[in-house]
């Protein structure tokens, strides 16, 4: 069984101060306090995590929004998995398109799912197309990566990860997937999971969208896409919005 909707805010570089990281950190809170079958989560710049984690104590969860494979040493930049959970994060965004467009690999993502579960931590792993082409070639893609992010993983250590679905012709574009869209890719990536291990141990991983999910479209794609909830990039940053949107995967 899969558990309540998940939903994530992925803040990227913003807010632009600690100030109105803070603020917004008291927002969610004070909005999201009466839901309770929802579990959300923002995902600060790192360096707001330590004050943003004071502020969410309770039911909002805080996420980061990458995490490095080695947990120490001479990685000039990096945050180890041991880190962040130390600062009370529970999710991690692993493989965001953008993250990706920097030079991270497939492998490169598998060695961080691998970090963030030996620290407990939920790994949210972004797979996506750049472009569907009418052939449907974009379908062997999802596949390739969602295969990669399982690679080594015992169906235990699968049904911890979270797989968020972003195309990337749709991510901070405006232009979002049809709900038929989503719908389509959640069975396909259920399929492929199957056939990687078994339907009981697929059918507890959690699946999300993501690109360009407003208060206006989250009810339609939540009620028709089939997925178990969002990651929202930048309508995480209006407190209201954003909490319109975990409303409308409640029923
Ligand atoms: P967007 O970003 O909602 O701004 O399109 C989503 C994401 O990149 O996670």
Redesign the pocket.
Known sequence: MKQSPLIIG?W?LNPGTSVEAKDLAQAVKKLSAKIEKATVVVAPPFIFIPEVSKILTGKVGVGAQDVHYEERGAVTGEIGAGMLSGFGVTHV?IG???RRALGETDEMVSKKVHAALKRKLTPVV?VGERVRDKEGRFYHDIAAQVKYLMKGLPPVAMTRVVI?Y?PIW????GATATAEDVKEMQLFIMSTLTKITDRKTAARVRLLY????KASNAKELHDNGGMDGF??????LDANEFITIIKSTLN
């Open positions: 992925n990227k965004i965001h398109s953008e972004c968020a972003e749709a991510i901070g574009t993501g690109g360009s999910v990651l929202v990039g930048g309508a995480s």
